[in-house]
Nanobody, 135 residues
Framework: DVQLVESGGDSVQAGGSLRLSCVAS???????????MGWARQAPGKEREGVAV????????YYVDSVKGRFTISQDNAKKVVYLQMTNLKPEDTGMYYC??????????????????????????WGQGTQVTVS
């Protein structure tokens, strides 16, 4: 089975930066090369929100409007790590951040972001989360 392990969450002041990491293991099969990786977040008392999607084969990315220009999702294929670089953090960025992965291609970017928020297909695999607190 695919396993995802996040790290990098912390408490920072508004305007600060953090880099989250997600290490993926257990992928097998030809479809894995077309998988998507993503990040979602959930603040206390709020619904989960899809934040960013990375199409690993193409290297293309997609972001929810609230983080565009501030967050960057990227990958290190050799290390099988996906990063979420977060800059100019705001208090509303506070929440538990989850890494997610699909077994293969995840479809159009807007539906992929929605799937992250709903924790539904095609994102079958999820990490345990890492806490980000911005004050």
């Amino acid at each position: 089975d695919v396993q995802l392990v996040e790290s990098g969450g912390d408490s920072v002041q508004a305007g600060g930066s953090l880099r989250l990491s997600c290490v993926a293991s257990g992928y097998a099969g030809s479809s894995a090369s077309r998988r998507c990786m993503g990040w979602a977040r959930q603040a206390p008392g709020k619904e989960r929100e899809g934040v960013a999607v990375l199409y690993t084969a193409l290297g293309s990315t997609y972001y929810v409007d609230s983080v565009k220009g501030r967050f960057t999702i990227s990958q290190d294929n050799a290390k099988k790590v996906v990063y979420l670089q977060m800059t100019n953090l705001k208090p509303e960025d506070t929440g538990m951040y989850y890494c997610a992965a699909s077994p293969g291609f995840c479809g159009a970017s807007d539906t992929a972001i929605q799937a992250l928020g709903r924790r539904t297909n095609p994102f079958h695999y999820w990490g345990q989360g890492t806490q980000v607190t911005v004050s």
